[in-house]
Every structure is written in C-alpha cells, then in structure tokens.
C-alpha cells in the first residue's frame, strides 16, 4: 500500500511539472538556505545549536545562515522571554508562504484526479482520504511531542 502512496505522490509533483507550476524557480535562494527555510517552518521554531544539528552543518555556519534569512526576512531572531542567553529563530511570513508554495499541491490537479475516479467509488475514495488525513494528524502529533 505505501508503495501505491509514493506512487500517487510521485504522479501529483509530475501533473505539476507538466502543467508548469514549478515554484522553486522562482526563488533565489541556496540550497542551505532553503533547507533552513523549511525546518524552521517545520517546526515553528528553532535555536542555532537545533538549527545546525536539523541541516548538519557547523554551529559556527549557523551563524552567517541566520543572517543572510533575516536579511531576506524570512527569518527573525526572538529571545527567550524566560532565558536572556536563549535566541530562537522564527520563520517569517515571507518564509511561511514559500514553504506553503513549495509544498502545496494545486486544488486543479487533485480535482481533475478525483474526477477520474468513477463516481461509484467516489465515496470510498473520500473515506479514505479522511482515514489517511487522520492518521497523518496523529503523527504529526506524536512527532512533535517527541522533539
């Protein structure tokens, strides 16, 4: 069954490459930046030290990284209101939005699938969905609670 998901997975990025909804090329980011733009909207939140380990790199390149994003505004330094030596870097809305873009699969394409789908099973199909959406939740959840 997780085969048949990465499958459907792999045909909606697909869709979207032929329909030439192709968002990165709009951004003018590196690599490393961009990878730092999506854990920080991951996780909501994150200390340089958190930062480093999430994109394996140096604590000492976490640094000039940060300050590149909040140069970009996609990223701003908060400091901890219980802890003065605590800085947590904070996405942005600009880095929000991206990551929103970067991940979203257009409505068109999921409604043009779905009406491939027979109408007899259309149900079945929601249910599903639902089952799926659900347990994704849930594990989130537990992931988050864990980190």
Not at 73 to 98: F, G, M, N, S, Y
């Amino acid at each position: 069954m997780a085969s048949n998901l990465v499958r459907l997975v792999q045909a909606l990025r697909a869709i979207q490459v032929c329909r030439g909804q192709l968002p990165w090329r709009y951004l003018d980011l590196t690599m490393a930046q961009l990878k730092a733009v999506m854990l920080l909207c991951r996780t909501g939140r994150a200390r340089s030290r958190e930062l480093a380990d999430g994109l394996g790199i140096a604590p000492s390149a976490a640094t000039p990284l940060v300050d590149r994003l909040v140069e970009q505004h996609l990223a701003r330094r908060v400091d901890d209101e219980d802890d003065r030596r605590i800085v947590w870097i904070h996405p942005t809305r600009k880095a929000q939005a991206i990551y929103d873009e970067l991940l979203h699969t257009s409505e068109d394409v999921l409604n043009d699938i779905i009406t491939e789908v027979p109408a007899k099973d259309r149900k079945a199909v929601r249910e599903a969905v639902q089952l799926l959406a659900d347990a994704a939740s849930r594990v989130l959840a537990k992931d988050k609670g864990s980190s």
